[in-house]
């Protein structure tokens, strides 16, 4: 981020523009509810996407997407990664797909071998089922609550995969936990699955959503990844485009790249020539809007971190580097399922903790993507529901 930031550039929807807009986040819940649950941000869509969109529909574009890898789509991600990440990546070797899950899924499918999958946890809940889904058994590399960095445990990685794991899938930027792996971390992971033979799915989705002048260093940017290695990254969290239907997988290999354009059509679900042009258009003229976005987001944090400290003293959430989700943690207040609680008590919705981890008790995922007047009933709500005051 350089430079003056117009932070106008991001706008609050109202409520009535959430819930016709946000028909999972809003559309989900009560009209008494106030939703801080799915990862979805309550702000206007940048206007170099929706201009892009609507050129396309007024173009007729309600067609099946050009096939392959490259082209527009490819160019405008490898430009968007070496203006955003200092990474290269060859425009070729950009294959879309439906959405990250379905890139992850892909991914293992046709990309790594037979064995385990690793999966650290807590973990972003729909991918707790991969393994299953893709015919593995599921190895947690299990972060402590009261691990306060929540650093990957690369003994344990190692001792799963010397025990017969053959893949990891790694999201980095991490969800729920909030953490930015440095480049030394990422070296550790790359030499454990170096030693092993093993395999890398990098889940980048948040990648541009790193905060206080972090850098989010690709895992295919770490040299002697490019053989074990697929990235997915979308415009989706970022842009909050995620119903456009669009990722991308990245392959720093020749191999690895051919493994995923000659997979059968029906393995890799058809994205949307909609979402490609919204793609291509936030990464080609998003940079500003992606600026004043995550100028508000480290506001949004800052103010959280002071609302917790007012309203619930004892609750402990862990460092937030990138992403809009903070991980809580609530045990001190009593409640095995907090979100529960919340929601029952006080009408506001937030993730249980034992989506991400089965069995966690104590824990919610927040989501703080919205205005500084909700962010502060939310938790307002949330103290009164597990912490109530006597009377």
């Known amino acids: 981020m350089t430079g003056a930031v117009d932070t106008a550039l991001v706008r609050d929807l109202t409520d009535d523009e959430a819930r016709a807009a946000l028909v999972c986040k809003w559309g989900e819940v009560e009209a008494d509810v106030l939703p801080a649950w799915v990862a979805e941000m309550d702000y206007a869509v940048a206007e170099p996407i929706t201009a892009a969109l609507h050129r396309a529909v007024d173009a007729g574009m309600t067609s099946y997407p050009r096939p392959g890898g490259g082209g527009p789509l490819g160019a405008a991600y490898a430009g968007f990664a070496a203006r955003q990440f200092g990474h290269d990546v060859d425009p070729e070797r950009v294959v879309p797909t439906v959405d990250v899950t379905a890139g992850v899924r892909l991914a293992l499918d046709v990309a790594a071998g037979p064995g385990a999958l690793v999966m650290p946890v807590p973990g972003y809940s729909p991918q707790l089922a991969m393994a299953a889904i893709t015919g593995r058994e ?13 650093e990957l445990d690369l003994d344990q990685l190692d001792h799963h995969f010397a025990n017969g794991a053959r893949a990891l899938l790694l999201t980095q930027p991490h969800n729920p936990w909030g953490r930015v792996f440095t480049r030394a971390e990422l070296e550790g992971v790359r030499d454990v699955v170096l030693r092993h033979g093993g395999f890398v799915v990098s889940d980048e989705i948040h990648a541009p959503l790193v905060l206080d002048g972090r850098e989010h260093v690709p895992y295919l940017a770490v040299e002697g990844t490019a ?9 989706s969290k970022a842009f909050n485009v995620a119903g456009l239907k669009c990722a991308q997988l990245v392959t720093a290999s020749d191999r690895l790249h051919e493994a995923l354009v000659s997979a059968p059509m029906a393995r890799n679900d058809s994205w949307s020539v909609l979402g490609v042009e919204a793609s291509v258009a936030a990464y080609t003229e998003g940079d500003a809007w992606l600026d004043a976005l995550r100028a508000r987001l480290t506001a949004q944090r800052d103010l959280l971190v002071t609302l917790l ?3 619930l003293p004892l609750a402990r959430m862990r460092p937030v580097e990138a992403t809009y989700l903070a991980w809580i943690d609530l045990r001190a207040y009593g409640h095995d399922d907090p979100a529960a609680v919340a929601l029952a008590r006080q009408r506001v919705r937030l993730a249980p903790g034992h989506d991400y981890q089965p069995g966690l008790t104590g824990h919610v995922r927040l989501n703080f993507a919205t205005s500084p007047e909700r962010l502060a009933e939310v938790v307002r709500r949330l103290a009164s529901a597990v912490a109530p005051r006597a009377t």
């Open 138 to 150: 599921r190895r947690d590399l299990v972060v402590h609550p009261d691990d306060e960095r929540a």
């Open 227 to 235: 053989e074990h290695a697929v990235a997915v990254v979308a415009a």
């Open 309 to 311: 400290a007012e309203h």
